[in-house]
Every structure is written in C-alpha cells, then in structure tokens.
C-alpha cells in the first residue's frame, strides 16, 4: 500500500509544472524542509495560477490580475491573507506562525515562499491546508515534510483538510 501511495504521490507531483492552463483537477504541492542548521522550516507551495487568481478575485478585488508582466498591486498582501487563514502549523504540539517571505511564476504555477523561525526540533507535525478548498470542491493538497533523510507525505482533501506526522530524532 505505501509503495503505491509514494508511486500517486510522485505521479502526481514531479509533472505539475507541465500542465497546460487548462486543467481538470485541483491541486497544490507543498514541500517543507526541516532546516535544523538554521532551526527553520522553509516552505515552498506551489498553486496553479489561475486557481488563485479566480479565489483572490472572488475574495478580495475583481480586478486582480496575475499575469507576472501586468500584476495588480496588493497581490502579495492579499495572497499571504489567505494562505496565513487557510495553512496552519502545530510543530511538537505548539501552534507556529509563517512568515510569506515572496513569491514567483513558474509557467502556469505560483511558487509561494514561506518560512517558520525557532523551530529547535521536529518531533511532530500538525498541519491544515485549505487552499483553494472553500472554491473548488474537488481541491487536494499534497504536503512533502522532509527532515534530514526521513520524507513523509499527506494528502488533503476537503473532508480531510488536515494531518499529522510524526518524525524520530
């Protein structure tokens, strides 16, 4: 069973950056790396862009637009509204805030750049992924959190927005 799981999970996530803009299913890949060097975790997500556009236009400003050569003002305040209300950490129990340090356009995605400070160890990690699921009842989030050379993944669904996993030292 965990052999076809990682095999879906790669699967889905290594061709993401490959589709069109014109996609039938809803999803985001969320990497975390355990930095213990700099007792961090740095967090990259990635989102279709069009996906987000039509949530930050229907939240926020109809006239938000995310094409990277013509971007409306406000889009990083906006969007790091939104992923601070929709993605939460509980690292070893205790409930941590992220930094949205900035973001860039791949194709038809949007990498979102975050970080967590003051992380001395990861022992447990809780996490809630809710992007995109209040828009798109068919969204699912994959979550990589890689500590050292241990990898473990979730997958997020709108029944099941949240997870956690558990790392030995």
Do not use: W
């Amino acid at each position: 069973m965990n052999k076809i799981l990682l095999l879906f999970l790669f699967v889905v996530s290594v061709p993401l950056s490959s589709f069109t803009t014109a996609h039938k299913f809803y999803v985001s890949v969320t990497q975390v790396d355990y930095n213990a060097k700099q007792q961090s975790l740095q967090i990259v997500s990635r989102v279709f862009v069009d996906d987000i556009e039509e949530l930050l236009k229907e939240r926020y400003d109809k006239s938000t637009n995310l094409d990277k050569d013509e971007e409306s003002l406000g889009v990083d305040k906006n969007l790091a509204i939104y992923l601070n209300q929709k993605l939460q950490f509980v690292v070893n129990g205790e409930e941590v805030s992220f930094k949205f340090l900035g973001k860039e356009y791949e194709d038809d995605l949007i990498i979102c750049y975050l970080e967590i400070e003051n992380i001395t160890s990861l022992n447990t990690i809780e996490i809630t992924n809710q992007v995109l699921m209040d828009l798109f009842e068919e969204q699912q989030n994959i979550v990589h959190v890689k500590k050292g050379n241990q990898r473990k993944s979730l997958i997020l669904e709108k029944e099941k927005g949240e997870g956690m996993l558990k790392f030995s030292e």
